[in-house]
């Protein structure tokens, strides 16, 4: 297709030139991954479970429709069958075939390969159904999928001459061949009616061949990847030549875009001619606008559907949305490319030809060269596309040019909308506000678009000035400020805290000489400490007020506030569900699923027979955790902090660990208890990072401590479990795979090294006060007994008339089963604990009809009882501004 083409006249027969592509045009992968056939593949999968599903479930359906197809039938003449059998059974054959051989042909190897290998694994992948079928499926499932036989025995439930075909046609893009395509299709329905009249096969088994021939070939591709087919500089200079150019040289102008928001916009050439202008053209492939898929996919699912676009649009509708962007943006007024015209490139790409632009994208302008005058420009191109409600969707720097002259084009419409609704058009001018903020300041920015839009116009677009509203790359930037916002405002309250203690120091010394007796020196050091801290929490509360900036996307709401006080402030929902919310839910749904079975396959007779006296201990340990953890943390803490507040806060944390992961909630609550109680943010978070860090390696030590005496306590001799002994083999081997591969121990030396930064000053600090020390390693231990024991008197309280377990299994299945709900992302680790411990307990000996009880009951006096305490806790704590 060729769109109006004015600057070059018919071509004429001139002496061929060599086409060459000038420049470092960079090699083209030979196979890639593509999305799609990771899809396909999931998709293929997805049907394969619901056809078995069909077939475990709805015999009665599978049955009749069985019955209807052989009545139906029945009918047809036995001389067709008969002939129709031999001519499919040797042309399913042969089509394949034929088409490798045209192929090979023309040295088109790679696909036959990858045909083959596919052919390969699915016959594989049928011989393991057929075993499967045979051996251990459920009986609704083999009578859906198998037969009787006419000689005996069983019709096969999965084809395996049949699944290899269409796996070998489907790698090999016959699909992509019409007339191929058809022949073999047709060879296929055949080959499959003749079966099915004869008797050797039922329809399930046919729809299940075909999945599975289908799944197997995309899983092929996607594994080993697919040939690439993508365009290079030479096919673009020929594609130019048939559409009437003539092109001297083409040099690529960028390289491959990594970035999700530039991802498909194609590979971009400078063309220049034998006359005239050179040209910009851009080409667009199938593997380039697949790249970011999955990104797309998921905003696409997590945000409301009128700010999101197609995940994937064909090469045809992308290259006429691009066309037709173009010719609208140039009609309303606004500096765009012309576009001179379209090709395809072959059948995975296509090119357009713009006329050529000579300048520099805003991000490579430096912050002087960017003027008031430019910034207006900017906002007046917007304004022109607004006025034909055009939305261009990817404002950013690199798609705002500036020509030499000083003249603001906007490039990159490929993204944009034609009749777009406020919201998107709201949207445009919130992304080019932080575009040109990020570059000339909020005040500068808001000023040009108040000018050039009006104020209503720039107020309006506050609710959307969210950073899920902008581009991708948009809020890389943001965050990148944010975090070094977060440095200069540590460093000024590190610094701000080392100035006030040396002014203090200062002042004692100069009062030095002004003493009393022992009694009142005694009362003056104890006001002169209160008055200390109280000094330095001032002292780091102005320091850090005066350090804090605020950021970007605030600075722009101010701004337009001074302008327009009214002006809606209240963001847009623009999410449907937040990520973490949705892992959430889907985590709580199962947890809610397993604990649901387990309740009811706990009978009401279990739990009244309870003993209540072993109830009452479990009770008095779950007690006791509190002020063991309240002693753990203490032990690591240098500063004086008071005991029993302490001990309310750790209630507290039975509160937060219901909203929170279990690893998460409790960190984030004892650091804030921390600071608040005088403690350094610093120290805070080094001394709750030394009491995790030593409580992970106090877990590990006991839990192969236990696992060894499990291992022992039934054997004479002093020998490990075979368990322990594994499980050390597979650290060592992990540990060793971790330190040889470079990336990898970069990135845990990395890890590690940030981690002992702060924690090991602290650790230091409390080694020079052995009875802190002793506090902390006896309250870890305290609370992992306590845990321990709680667990153990929840099983005696229903394992009366059953054989008890030793106190080491009980130990090794508690700390394996908090192990699992640290890492859950539910909170409180629901579902993760109740499943591993009851498996655990059931593991070491321990009956189920006993273990499921025990174990509801541990997490009823752990988790869910203190719930109400805990907020009572936190609530007082809050009010006492101790959090």
Not at 773 to 797: E, K, P, Y
Request: hydrophobic share 50%; with cysteine; aromatic share 6%.
């Amino acid at each position: 297709m060729v769109m109006g083409q004015d600057t070059q006249p018919p071509e004429e027969a001139q002496p061929e030139l060599p086409e060459r592509v000038s420049g470092d045009e960079p090699l083209l992968a030979a196979r890639v991954h593509r999305p799609s056939d990771l899809m396909r593949l999931l998709g293929g999968l997805l049907a394969i479970a619901l056809v078995i599903a069909v077939a475990a479930f709805a015999h009665a359906t599978t049955s009749g429709l069985e019955k209807d197809i052989n009545e139906g039938a029945g009918g047809a003449p036995d001389v067709f069958v008969k002939i129709a059998g031999l001519v499919s059974s040797i042309a399913v054959l042969l089509v394949p075939v034929a088409f490798a051989i045209e192929r090979l042909i023309k040295r088109d190897g790679l696909r036959i390969a990858d045909g083959v290998l596919a052919a390969v694994l699915a016959h594989g992948v049928t011989l393991a159904t057929d075993l499967w079928v045979a051996q251990a499926a459920p009986g609704t499932i083999q009578d859906a999928l198998t037969q009787p036989a006419s000689g005996g025995g069983l019709t096969d439930p999965v084809h395996n001459y049949l699944a290899p075909v269409i796996a070998y046609m489907t790698a090999v893009g016959m699909a992509r061949r019409p007339r191929w395509r058809v022949s073999l299709w047709v060879v296929l329905l055949l080959d499959a009616f003749t079966m099915l009249v004869a008797g050797y096969t039922t329809a399930l088994s046919i729809v299940l061949t075909v999945l599975i021939g289908w799944t197997v070939a995309y899983g092929t591709l996607y594994a080993v990847g697919s040939p690439n087919v993508r365009p290079t500089g030479q096919t673009l200079l020929a594609g130019l030549r048939r559409v009437g150019f003539r092109p001297v040289t083409a040099l690529r102008a960028e390289g491959v875009p990594d970035s999700a928001d530039s991802a498909d916009r194609g590979r971009r050439y400078i063309v220049t001619l034998e006359a005239g202008p050179p040209l910009d053209v851009t080409v667009v492939d199938r593997e380039q606008q697949a790249h970011g898929f999955f990104y797309r996919a998921w905003r696409r699912i997590t945000l409301r559907t009128i700010t999101t676009r197609r995940s994937i649009v064909s090469l045809r509708q992308a290259l006429e949305q691009e066309a037709l962007l173009a010719y609208a943006a140039i009609a309303a007024g606004a500096n765009a490319p012309k576009l001179i015209a379209t090709s395809e490139l072959g059948p995975d790409a296509v090119m357009l030809v713009y006329e050529h632009l000579g300048g520099r994208s805003l991000d490579s302008l430096d912050d002087h060269e960017i003027t008031d005058e430019l910034v207006l420009s900017a906002f007046r191109q917007v304004r022109a596309l607004q006025s034909r409600r055009i939305a261009h969707r990817r404002l950013t720097g690199d798609a705002i040019l500036v020509d030499r002259s000083g003249r603001v084009i906007l490039t990159d419409l490929r993204g944009g909308e034609i009749a777009a609704g406020d919201l998107i058009l709201r949207m445009d001018i919130a992304q080019l506000l932080t575009t040109l903020g990020l570059r000339v300041g909020a005040e500068r920015a808001v000023a040009a678009a108040v000018e050039v839009l009006g104020p209503d116009a720039v107020a309006d677009c506050l609710p959307l000035l969210q950073p899920i509203a902008l581009s991708r790359s948009t809020r890389a930037t943001l965050r990148r400020l944010a975090r070094e916002r977060s440095a200069r405002e540590r460093e000024a309250v590190l610094a701000a805290s080392e100035a006030a203690k040396r002014e203090r120091e200062l002042a004692k010394a100069h009062a030095a000489d002004a003493t009393a007796s022992p009694t009142v020196v005694r009362a003056e050091t104890k006001a002169e400490k209160k008055a200390d801290k109280k000094a330095d929490k001032r002292a780091l509360d102005t320091a850090l007020d005066e350090a804090r900036e605020e950021d970007l996307l605030a600075q722009i709401r101010r701004q337009v506030l001074l302008i327009r006080p009214q002006a809606p402030v209240e963001p847009v929902r623009l999410e449907r569900i937040k990520p973490r919310t949705l892992i959430s839910l889907i985590a709580g749904a199962v947890a809610a699923y397993f604990l649901l079975s387990q309740i009811a396959s706990t009978p009401l007779s279990t739990v009244s027979q309870a003993d209540w006296r072993w109830v009452a201990v479990a009770v008095l340990c779950s007690a006791v955790s509190y002020v063991a953890a309240a002693m753990s943390l203490l032990g690591f803490v240098p500063e004086r902090v008071g005991f029993w507040r302490t001990v309310v806060a750790q209630v507290a944390g039975s509160f937060v660990k219901i909203v929170a992961p279990a690893a998460v909630g409790g960190v984030a609550l004892n650091t804030r208890f921390l600071q608040r109680s005088g403690v350094r943010p610093g120290l805070a978070v080094a001394s709750v990072g030394a009491s995790q860090l030593f409580g992970l390696g106090a877990h590990i030590l006991l839990l192969l401590s236990f696992g060894y005496l499990t291992g022992t306590e039934k054997s004479q001799s002093f020998t490990p479990s075979r368990t322990v002994i594994a499980g050390l083999l597979t650290v060592a081997v992990l540990v060793l795979v971790v330190t040889a591969i470079p990336f990898m121990r970069k990135f845990v030396s990395t890890r590690l090294r940030s981690l002992f930064a702060g924690v090991v000053p602290r650790m230091l600090d409390v080694l020079q006060r052995p009875m802190k020390l002793v506090t902390g390693i006896g309250g870890m231990l305290l609370l992992t007994g306590a845990f321990v024991l709680c667990l153990d008197a929840s099983i005696r309280a229903f394992g009366h008339g059953h054989q008890s377990i030793s106190y080491a299994s009980v130990a090794v299945v508690f700390l394996a089963g908090n192990a699992l709900g640290s890492a859950a992302p539910t909170p409180g680790g629901v579902g993760a604990v109740e499943g591993a411990l009851t498996l655990g307990l059931v593991a070491v000996g321990l009956p189920i009809e006993v273990a499921t009880p025990a174990v509801l009951l541990y997490r009823l006096l752990t988790l869910w009882l203190p719930v109400l305490p805990g907020w009572l806790c936190f609530n007082w704590l809050t009010k006492q501004e101790a959090l």
